[in-house]
C-alpha cells in the first residue's frame, strides 16, 4: 500500500466528523436513517478503498464509548469504505443515475450484515428507529427475525439514497486544483463545476 499523503490524512478526521455529525442528526430527528457513511463514502471515493475503510472504523469505535452497540456495527462502515474506493474507480460516482444505483449495493451491505448482527447481539432490537419498527412488526405478529431484516432492510435503502446523493454532490463541487493532489481525485477531474470554474479564473488571470 502506498503512503498516505497529507492530504489523505487530513480529510480522515473531516471524513469522521461529517459521519458524526450526520449520525447525530439522525437520532436527534428520531429517523429511521443512519447518515452515518457519508464521510465514510466521500473520503473512500476520493482516497481510496484503505483510507475509506479507516474513517469508517474509527467513527464506529469514537461513537462506540457513548453507545457501546455501534461497535457491532463497524464492520458495515468499513465495507461501505472499501466498495466505495471500489466503485470510485469504476467511475460510478461521476453520473448521478450510478450513484443512485450504488444505493443498492450499499443498502444490500447493510440490509443483509447488519440484521444479523442484531440479531446475534442485541436480540433483533436495534438501539435507534428501527428498533420501534421492529418491536411494531412483532407486536403485528411478526417473529423477531423477520421483523428485523425487514426494518432494517428498509432503512438502510431509505438511508443510503440521500446519502449517495449527498456524497454525490460533494465531488461535484470539487474543484480540479484540490482533486490533483488526491489519489482517486483525477476520476473527477472534468466533471466538477467548481472545478472547471475554478480553471476559467486561473486562465483569465
Excluded at 418491536?135 to 432492510?153: I, K
Aim: with cysteine.
Amino acid at each position: 500500500m502506498k503512503k498516505m499523503n497529507k492530504l489523505v490524512i487530513f480529510l480522515i478526521p473531516i471524513g469522521i466528523a461529517v459521519n458524526f455529525v450526520g449520525g447525530q442528526i439522525a437520532i436527534l430527528l428520531k429517523l429511521p436513517l443512519y447518515l452515518d457513511a457519508i464521510g465514510t463514502i466521500v473520503v473512500g471515493a476520493l482516497c481510496g478503498g484503505v483510507p475509506g475503510a479507516l474513517v469508517g472504523l474509527i467513527t464506529n469505535l469514537l461513537n462506540a464509548i457513548t453507545s457501546p452497540t455501534t461497535l457491532y456495527y463497524a464492520v458495515l462502515n468499513v465495507a461501505f469504505g472499501f466498495v466505495a474506493g471500489w466503485f470510485s474507480k469504476l467511475g460510478i460516482f461521476k453520473s448521478l443515475w450510478k450513484t443512485l444505483l450504488s444505493a443498492l449495493v450499499f443498502g444490500f451491505i447493510g440490509g443483509v450484515i447488519g440484521p444479523c448482527i442484531t440479531i446475534i447481539f442485541l436480540g433483533g432490537y436495534g438501539a435507534n428507529a428501527t428498533g420501534l419498527i421492529t418491536g411494531a412488526l412483532v407486536a403485528a405478529g411478526w417473529s423477531v427475525a423477520p421483523a428485523c431484516f425487514a426494518s432494517e432492510a428498509f432503512a438502510d435503502l431509505l438511508d443510503k439514497i440521500p446519502t449517495v446523493i449527498i456524497v454525490f454532490i460533494i465531488l461535484k463541487s470539487m474543484p480540479n486544483r484540490f482533486l490533483t493532489k488526491l489519489p482517486l481525485g483525477h476520476v473527477y477531474i472534468g466533471a466538477s463545476g467548481a472545478g472547471e470554474d475554478d480553471d476559467e479564473e486561473e486562465e483569465t488571470l
